[in-house]
């Protein structure tokens, strides 16, 4: 399946199909649009249980399900949700494919955590954040 490569809305149907072929472990709930999927960032990495919400025309969101994150991680906002990218420096478009994107993202994002938390250094880019931190 090709990937969309125009300047249109990427439809939840089309979304779905992506993910499926890219992450067939991911499992799409359609009540709360959502999928949850496994995600393991290195040989050594534990499995992490993910959540991706995704409601068309908004950003989506992402949240560690398990294991449980540390509690003072980084780059995660008041919700749970995983702070995945400056909304300003990368704003999400209708044209984004999650499974190509966000997901990749996540995958990093863990992998930034482990090393956080075997070092105390964040080695992802990282962007100022407000004092207000609301989901993007």
């Known amino acids: 399946m090709s990937i969309p490569r125009n300047n249109h809305h990427v439809s939840l ?10 992450f067939p472990n991911f499992q799409f709930f359609k009540k709360g649009n959502y999928w949850l999927g496994k995600l393991k ?7 992490y249980l993910i959540k991706v919400s995704y409601q068309e025309y908004t950003a989506p969101k ?4 398990s ?5 003072n991680s980084k780059h995660i906002y008041p919700d749970g949700s995983l702070c995945l990218y ?3 420096d990368h704003p999400w478009r209708g044209v984004n494919i999650l499974a190509s994107i966000l997901v990749v993202w996540t995958a990093e994002w863990l992998y930034c955590y482990e090393v956080w938390r ?3 250094e964040w080695i992802g880019e990282e962007a100022p954040h407000s004092a207000d931190k609301s989901p993007v």
């Open 13 to 22: 149907v089309v979304q779905k199909q992506l993910m499926h072929v890219a």
């Open 41 to 47: 960032p290195t040989p050594q990495s534990p499995e």
């Open 62 to 65: 992402v949240e560690v399900i």
């Open 67 to 71: 294991p449980k994150l540390h509690l």
């Open 86 to 88: 400056h909304p300003q």
């Open 118 to 120: 075997a070092t105390g």
